[in-house]
């Protein structure tokens, strides 16, 4: 099956700053990739489906202009999480539709301070 | 509107005994659905799917029924083991999956020694 790296995996950056993760495809050529949010005690929530060459498609109630979802190429998508806030803090994680399946990334906890 | 519910967030079984997980659905569109399982911190980890044309599939220790009619699945575990103690996910989705998913807020097992 599709192994998917993310990167990285922990990241605590200041209030205003920006964040970026990286999503890597290291086996299975991508052309859709998802990006989930799961805050504590709640259910993984889709935020929005990154399509390679194009523009990525937003979940309702998700900021585009605050996270900026790229896929220049078939293996890889990044999601800048752009004058992050407290409130950013989440665990974000990539996913690779393989066919068949999903595959997960290890997911980046994330924290604003 | 949540579409996807599990309600009960938190089940406990004895090792060795079945473990019995459900989710219901609203969405009439989903034609497939999966399980994951996920440790805290970590990436989700696929576990088993089903199509909508299929009411079962097993792998392993692992069965998940369909009721397209009641708009239920179930997960079941046998016989339990210590490593199965953890959150399992019941998503759904359109398009064979590849629409991204939608997912219930979780059910913490937790598997007695």
């Known amino acids: 099956g599709a192994v998917v790296s993310q990167h990285p995996s922990r990241v605590i950056c200041k209030s205003g700053t920006s964040v970026k993760i990286e999503c890597r495809s290291l086996d299975f050529q991508a052309t859709t990739m998802f990006w989930y949010r799961q805050f504590p005690k709640k259910s993984l929530m889709l935020m929005a489906t990154?399509?390679?060459?194009?523009?990525?498609?937003?979940e309702q109630g998700v900021e585009k202009d605050k996270f900026l979802i790229n896929h220049a190429s078939l293996t890889l998508s990044t999601l800048t999480v752009t004058s992050a806030h407290p409130e950013d803090s989440s665990f974000y994680i990539c996913?690779?539709?393989?066919?068949?399946?999903?595959?997960f990334g290890q997911g980046t906890r994330l924290t604003v301070v | 509107d949540q579409q996807v519910k599990q309600n009960s967030p938190s089940l406990s079984v004895q090792e060795g005994r079945i473990s019995i997980l459900n989710c219901d659905y609203t969405?009439?569109?989903?034609?497939?659905f999966l399980w994951y399982k996920k440790y805290p911190a970590e990436g989700p980890t696929f576990l088993i799917s089903?199509?909508?044309?299929?009411d079962k599939n097993e792998d392993g220790r692992f069965t998940v029924f369909l009721n397209k009619s009641a708009k239920h699945l179930s997960l079941h575990i046998v016989p339990s083991q210590p490593g199965d103690s953890a959150v399992y996910f019941c998503g759904g989705g359109s398009g064979g999956g590849a629409d991204g998913l939608t997912f219930g807020k979780g059910t913490h097992l937790i598997i007695q020694p």
């Open positions: 990154s399509n390679e060459g194009s523009k990525a498609t937003y």
């Open positions: 969405n009439s569109m989903f034609d497939y």
């Open positions: 089903i199509s909508s044309i299929k």
């Open positions: 996913s690779v539709w393989g066919g068949t399946e999903a595959f």
